[in-house]
T-cell receptor
Framework: EAGVVQSPRYKIIEKKQPVAFWCNPISGHNTLYWYRQNLGQGPELLIRYENEEAVDDSQLPKDRFSAERLKGVDSTLKIQPAELGDSAVYLCASSLNTAFAGEQYFGPGTRLTVT | GQQVMQIPQYQHVQEGEDFTTYCNSSTTLSNIQWYKQRPGGHPVFLIQ?????EVKKQKRLTFQFGEAKKNSSLHITATQTTDVGTYFC????????FGTGTRLQVFP
């Protein structure tokens, strides 16, 4: 069974430029998560989807971040414009639709460097 | 808001020694999960606990959920170099949050 797929693995951009990350969750997993992980810290939830619906986006900086999950499968996370402080690893995870997050499967992440 | 704190932040042990990391919350948790993240890798799910006082074992790893469901621990017996990484607790009670993590280094 294929795991969570993310692309690109690495991205270097200049500040004020836009950037987009893509995630393909495990087949059959209705719940999809985007996290940001800064060096030496735990993952911080940005947005959680149940199928196509964003059920928790309270931590998403909506002035510059946007996400979508069309058809309830793949998802993209966009930053426009990027700032220096956005440098981090962006992780996507998926899980079966249960009462709570439970067992999440993480992708390899996209390491973003903003210069 | 809800937070989970982990201690210690770092732990260096000699191979063969035991290791324990603790996850503490000021509020009652409905569930707790533990993840391991190797250096340069992504978090990998280890276990989930939901019952008060629950204890689960995976080979040399023992996981415990406190009676009051406000704390949890992960204990590794006789550490090996393959245990190196950062161990995170996480909970999806009021919000989905990860702890601060404990970085384990094992010296051969």
């Amino acid at each position: 069974e294929a795991g969570v797929v993310q692309s690109p693995r690495y991205k270097i951009i200049e500040k004020k430029q836009p950037v987009a990350f893509w995630c393909n969750p495990i087949s059959g997993h209705n719940t999809l998560y985007w996290y940001r992980q800064n060096l030496g810290q735990g993952p911080e939830l940005l947005i959680r989807y149940e199928n196509e619906e964003a059920v928790d986006d309270s931590q998403l900086p909506k002035d510059r971040f946007s996400a979508e999950r069309l058809k309830g499968v793949d998802s993209t996370l966009k930053i426009q414009p990027a700032e220096l402080g956005d440098s981090a690893v962006y992780l996507c995870a998926s899980s079966l639709n249960t009462a709570f997050a439970g067992e999440q499967y993480f992708g390899p992440g996209t390491r973003l460097t903003v210069t | 808001g809800q937070q989970v704190m982990q201690i210690p932040q770092y732990q260096h042990v000699q191979e063969g020694e035991d290791f324990t990391t603790y996850c503490n919350s000021s509020t009652t948790l409905s569930n707790i999960q533990w993840y391991k993240q190797r250096p340069g890798g992504h978090p990998v799910f280890l276990i989930q606990l939901v019952k008060s006082g629950e204890v689960k074992k995976q080979k040399r790893l023992t996981f415990q959920f406190g009676e009051a469901k406000k704390n949890s621990s992960l204990h590794i017996t006789a550490t090996q170099t393959t245990d190196v990484g950062t161990y995170f607790c996480a909970t999806d009670t009021d919000k989905l949050i990860f702890g601060t993590g404990t970085r384990l280094q094992v010296f051969p």
